[in-house]
């Protein structure tokens, strides 16, 4: 059974860094692409931040340069190192497999707020 656990969100002030992690189960995980999907109130969730089985990364254009998805296929787990972030940024924050199950895990939230 799939099981995905995202933690390590928070309020932040505008331009500052947040590190979330994803712990997975379930996953066969070193065959599969990653990915970091963010939902802010009243829109559809996106994907953000997309890294393949051999560690390629790929980002949105309104995260890239300030974001880094990094992934540990020995403790089966995904990061996402965000900075410089500002409200736009604010989201519950999820991972999943890349393209993602139907199952989603309870998300992080991320609030960056003065």
């Known amino acids: 059974q799939v099981q995905l656990v995202e933690f390590g969100g928070g309020l932040v002030q505008p331009g500052g860094s947040l590190r979330l992690s994803c712990a997975t189960s379930?996953?066969?995980?070193?065959?599969?692409?990653m990915g970091w999907y963010r939902q802010a109130p009243g829109k559809e969730r996106e994907l953000v931040a997309r890294i393949s089985s051999r560690g390629a990364a790929l980002y949105a254009d309104s995260v890239k340069d300030r974001f880094t998805i990094s992934r540990d296929d020995t403790m089966k787990s995904v990061t996402l190192q965000m900075n410089s972030l500002n409200a736009e940024d604010t989201a519950v924050y999820y991972c999943?497999?890349?393209?993602?199950?139907?199952?989603w895990g309870q998300g992080t939230q991320v609030t960056v707020s003065s």
């Open positions: 999943n497999r890349n393209p993602p199950y139907s199952i």
């Open positions: 379930g996953v066969p995980f070193s065959i599969n692409a």
